[in-house]
């Protein structure tokens, strides 16, 4: 998947990785209600989507079932390293000392790196 997906095809790819495969009126009854989105709505955000590779579609009668063709974790990775070349320079350490300088860090974030750090050592 080359083309990265916008906020709002996000969420719908959440939907999609929580269940599927799922027809376009079951997505948009399970994306947030507070999104206000419309089933036009999810259809178009479902053409971007097939449009991008993201997800792919097989008939079913006279009906669409939407998958996702990207794994959460693989999207996840990808994302992250775009962010972490964009910002620090593709360095991970910046990130965390950013996050650490602003006590954005919680004791349990902290020890949790740690026990991260621990485990990658052995």
């Known amino acids: 998947m080359a083309e990265r ?6 969420a719908v790819m959440e939907v999609l990785w929580d269940e599927s ?10 994306v947030d209600p507070d999104r206000g989105w419309s089933a036009n709505t999810v259809k178009t955000l479902l053409g971007r989507l097939l449009a991008k590779n993201a997800i ?9 079932l939407y998958r996702p063709a990207v794994e959460r974790g693989d999207y996840v990775a ?7 070349d964009r910002l620090f ?18 004791a349990q974030d902290i020890a949790e790196i740690e026990s991260l750090l621990k485990a990658l050592k052995q």
């Open 21 to 30: 495969p799922l027809t376009a009126q079951d997505v948009a009854e399970r």
């Open 56 to 64: 792919s579609h097989e008939e079913d009668g006279r009906r669409y």
């Open 78 to 84: 990808g994302e992250s390293r775009r962010l972490i």
């Open 89 to 106: 320079g593709g360095k991970l350490t910046p990130l965390v000392a950013h996050l650490a300088e602003r006590d954005e860090l919680s």
């Open 5 to 10: 997906i916008s906020d709002a095809e996000h």
